[in-house]
């Protein structure tokens, strides 16, 4: 009997880890980060966001006032995003999002 439970436990198991790796999936978005004032700003910012856990990519316009950034949302998630660039000094909203 313990060997049933313990056999029972371990496929549960992975079929919870199959099924949570099925659903992670490599997301991007775009980041509004209106505060950037200067040359040095998307720096700090690209800096800030490749820090997070799970980002792959990021790209940070100064001209459009943006950063695009590429992550698994298995590790990470666009509040994290969010609240690496406010840590840095400046504040960023999913595009498409209301503000908070």
């Known amino acids: 009997m313990k060997k049933l439970i313990l ?3 371990l496929v549960f198991g992975l079929a919870t880890v199959w099924a949570d790796a099925a659903l ?7 980041l509004s ?4 004032y200067c040359e ?4 700090t910012v690209r800096k800030a966001l ?6 792959s ?15 698994d949302d298995a590790k990470t998630s666009t ?3 969010e609240d690496a660039t406010f840590e840095a ?8 999002e209301k503000a908070k």
Do not use: D, H, Q, W
């Not at 992670?24 to 775009?30: L, N, P």
């Open 40 to 43: 040095v700003c998307p720096i």
């Open 57 to 71: 990519k990021v790209n940070v316009s100064f001209e459009k006032k943006e950063a695009v950034v590429t992550f």
């Open 24 to 30: 992670a999936a490599v997301r991007t978005v775009t």
């Open 7 to 9: 056999a029972s436990t």
């Open 79 to 81: 509040k994290a995003l």
């Open 50 to 55: 490749e820090k997070v856990p799970g980002v």
């Open 89 to 96: 000094g400046y504040e960023s909203t999913v595009k498409g």
């Open 33 to 36: 980060v209106p505060g950037m």
